[in-house]
């Protein structure tokens, strides 16, 4: 058989071309990846694997971080490859990168990834300068890759098991493209190894913003002589490896140090974005002002995390927010500085949204619903002040259709009435999520006299009954549920029937004119709209007639 040298350096070209991105980059080559390839590490024991692929040949050089005091370095065999990266504090498995900034920012970061050498900070500085210069200051371009080395001239060929890394280097790639890139890459490396017969142990891949790696553990050094009948195409065989996982402890305090825990809440979406943005995570701890504690706290979570991918820092024992965040940088960094820029930039985040919360509590939301007519909800089907109507008119046979009390649908009707006012305001606007939330939070919200900014924990002066009963509330709230997959679902009886009528009125509406979900694209998310509705009414229970209630949803359209 052939040595595992020769038929890597003929497959995985092919191989690292068969990775799919939503939207992939063509620089000066013929081939395209999810961001330009600057360096490709191939190595089997001593041996460099002569391969060119994307456009770059393959040797024994890697880059670390930018602001290491080595960029770059030799590589002398597959076995050093882990601890070289190791040491300049690289974290390659993605899930031991997300357990690292978890355990971080929650309990300490060591103290060596805050610690330098005096000699190294230049460096700092200087790293722009040195990668453009190596590259020969190529202003968008790349040089033809050199031509691939004979494998005489790369060292001697291993003899048995030895380890085997690829590692291919890259501008900064999407965060949402990381995690992806890895799994194809698992499953793709294993998948040409049994193909091609070359016995092998363990294969790991590791994921980084500027690096995607793979590791096999005791790759043989050539194929077994071997003599095969065979009819066809061989079968197809489909590998489900499990994925890593791994954790650091900290060693000083972060977020329990200002008395606090990180939200459970923040590990969804948050941690795996933020872990696929840093090759070598560093938390820094910091703070605001107190005085904006006096917004809701979903609008500065939001902030947070939206804007600047920061982890909110609450009080275990209340669950209240702090005025403490948790940041992560990477690599060796000045943690004061890091802290002061964070701190600047969050502030004035918080400021825009105290000017919009301001501008939103000085205007109810019955004054806020006649703007929904500049909202366009679908052309054929006009704007959000007319569906609001729709919605509003469903709500009474549905209640009869259920059963519901007079109370119960004098709740919902008003509920619906102004269920999707909070659009109009500023918050909405900028944070769409927090649509349904920021309703219920305008709804009994009183507004402050005198027309007071809210600068500070509010003393209001008006009547608590200028706001709206906390029936109603929680109805306006439950009318946007559920959000997502896995998301909380309405629970009370008015909530439940807004969400309904809501949730009819969209599913009749866009259906009827040719907006139906396809087998790849739902850009009104219907799929999700039909399994929210249904969720509703089994896990509430009710007893709808499906046929009358989608009868009376189409009666109140604008379009036969």
């Not at 995690?179 to 590791?206: I, W």
């Not at 500023?426 to 709804?443: K, N, Q, R």
């Not at 009886?493 to 739902?522: H, N, Q, T, Y």
Request: with cysteine.
């Amino acid at each position: 058989g052939k040595s595992a040298a020769e038929v890597l350096a003929v497959e995985l070209p092919g191989l690292l071309n068969a990775i799919n991105f939503p939207k992939s980059m063509r620089w000066n080559t013929s081939a395209t990846f999810s961001r330009p390839v600057r360096w490709m590490v191939a190595l089997h024991g001593e041996q460099v694997v002569p391969l060119v692929a994307l456009g770059v040949a393959a040797g024994r050089t890697t880059r670390l971080l930018r602001n290491s005091s080595t960029p770059f370095q030799e590589v002398a065999s597959a076995e050093d490859y882990a601890g070289i990266i190791e040491a300049d504090t690289i974290v390659l498995d993605i899930d031991r990168r997300m357990a690292e900034i978890w355990a971080a920012a929650q309990n300490g970061v060591p103290l060596e990834k805050v610690e330098r050498a005096a000699d190294d900070k230049g460096q700092e500085y200087l790293w722009a300068v040195v990668e453009q210069k190596e590259l020969g200051f190529p202003l968008g371009s790349t040089p033809e890759p050199e031509a691939p080395v004979a494998v005489s001239d790369v060292g001697v060929a291993p003899e048995g098991e030895r380890t085997f890394v690829l590692e291919v280097g890259t501008e900064e790639l999407p965060a949402q493209e990381v995690s992806s890139a890895a799994r194809q890459l698992q499953a793709l490396m294993s998948d040409l190894l049994t193909k091609q017969n070359l016995a092998h142990g363990d294969v790991t891949v590791g994921a980084t913003p500027r690096r995607v790696t793979v590791t096999v553990q005791a790759l043989q050094s050539r194929q077994p002589d071997r003599s095969n009948r065979m009819r066809g195409p061989p079968a197809k065989i489909a590998f489900d490896v499990e994925r890593l996982r791994g954790g650091v402890d900290g060693r000083i305090t972060m977020a329990k140090s200002a008395g606090g825990e990180i939200p459970e809440a923040s590990r969804e979406g948050l941690l795996e974005e933020v872990a696929n943005l840093v090759e070598s995570p560093t938390p820094v701890l910091g703070s605001f002002d107190p005085d904006f504690l006096s917004l809701p706290r979903e609008v500065l979570v939001m902030v947070m995390k939206k804007h600047q991918r920061y982890f909110p820092v609450e009080d275990p024992a209340t669950g209240e927010l702090l005025p403490k965040f948790v940041t992560v940088a990477n690599g060796d960094i000045d943690p004061d500085a890091v802290r002061v820029g964070n701190e600047g930039v969050l502030t004035a985040r918080y400021q825009d949204a105290r000017f919009f919360y301001n501008q939103d509590i000085q205007t109810p939301l019955e004054e806020l619903r006649p703007l929904l007519a500049g909202i366009t909800f679908e052309t054929t089907l006009g704007n959000m002040l007319e569906k609001a109507d729709r919605v509003t008119s469903l709500v009474a046979p549905l209640g009869a259709a259920t059963g519901a009390s007079a109370a119960v649908l004098a709740t919902a009707t008003t509920a619906a009435r102004i269920a999707r006012a909070d659009l109009s305001s500023s918050v909405v606007m900028e944070f769409t999520s927090l649509a349904g939330t920021m309703g219920e939070h305008y709804a009994v919200k009183a507004r402050p006299s005198s027309g007071a900014l809210l600068l500070a924990p509010p003393t209001w002066q008006c009547p608590s009954e200028e706001g709206l009963p906390e029936d109603v509330a929680r109805a306006i709230f439950e009318a946007a549920l559920p959000r997502s997959s896995g998301d909380i679902l309405p629970t009370s009886e008015a909530g439940i029937l807004v969400a309904l009528a809501d949730r009819l009125d969209s599913l009749v509406g866009l259906f009827a004119v040719g907006c139906a979900p396809s087998a790849s694209a739902d850009p009104f998310g219907l799929r999700r709209t039909a399994y929210g509705l249904v969720q509703t009414l089994v896990t509430s229970g009710l007893d709808l007639n499906l046929t009358d209630a989608i009868a009376a949803a189409a009666a109140v359209q604008p379009v036969e």
